[in-house]
């Protein structure tokens, strides 16, 4: 490991903003961020570019980006820190995790900001929008709690339109090309892995859903599909 990492894992440790595997949390962040805003979360943070750039639009919402990734996350923590940033914190770990750190109901809404597509279908099941992971969110979203998914990746917006359209999810916002749109001040946040445009597809897409009081166990069929899919 090169020693500028192993540098960063050390400062991290000192940081008042990052949490790493703590113990102890569920129903405490409130008293973290020493208010009741409500909890937004970033999955698979990176360098926290939307835990930073979200908080700095949302002064009223505390913002968490989670990774496992404790380099990558350096980079937000201390821009949050050098900032004076007080409403974003990190919390390393990992995601299959969450339910560790949060109560039922405690988060308002989560961002999943260019996450690995994992393309191939054996690994569709890592994907983050899989319903393995919905029900995850599931017990930590309030009933009206949001995600957001913003992607490079033609593969993975088809993947969870499909499971929105199987699921019956609530489908809130669908946009097929971000930028050609106008876009909030929200979309308007990039991402390092955006700015690599390591897909190709020259677009960014985007989906706001809502999850159904129960989450249907249909994840057989859509294996299935995705394999059928694959052989067309």
Request: one cysteine or more.
């Amino acid at each position: 490991m090169g020693q500028k990492k192993l540098q960063r894992f050390a400062d991290i440790k000192t940081f008042s903003n990052v949490l790493e595997y703590p113990e102890g949390m569920k129903g405490k962040w409130n008293s973290f961020f020493k208010n009741d805003h409500p909890i937004v979360l970033e999955l698979a943070c990176g360098r926290g570019e939307y835990t930073v750039g979200l908080s700095a639009i949302f002064a009223d919402k505390n913002f968490i980006g989670v990774d496992v990734k404790g380099n990558r996350m350096y980079i937000g923590a201390k821009k949050c820190l050098d900032a004076n940033i007080n409403n974003a914190a990190f919390l390393r770990t990992q995601i299959t995790l969450l339910s560790n750190y949060f109560n039922l109901s405690e988060v308002d809404e989560i961002w999943i900001t260019f996450p690995d597509p994992q393309l191939r279908t054996s690994k569709s099941k890592k994907r983050l929008t899989h319903p393995a992971f919905l029900r995850l969110y599931k017990q930590l979203l309030q009933p009206n709690g949001c995600i957001h998914l913003k992607t490079d990746s033609p593969k993975l917006y088809a993947f969870t339109k499909k499971v929105i359209e199987l699921y019956e999810l609530i489908l809130l916002e669908d946009c097929n090309d971000v930028y050609a749109n106008n876009p909030s001040e929200s979309l308007r946040i990039k991402t390092h892995y955006e700015a690599l445009d390591i897909a190709g597809s020259n677009k960014i897409f985007y989906l706001k859903f809502q999850l159904p009081a129960v989450i249907a166990d249909l994840d057989e069929q859509l294996q299935l599909l995705l394999k059928e899919t694959e052989n067309q």
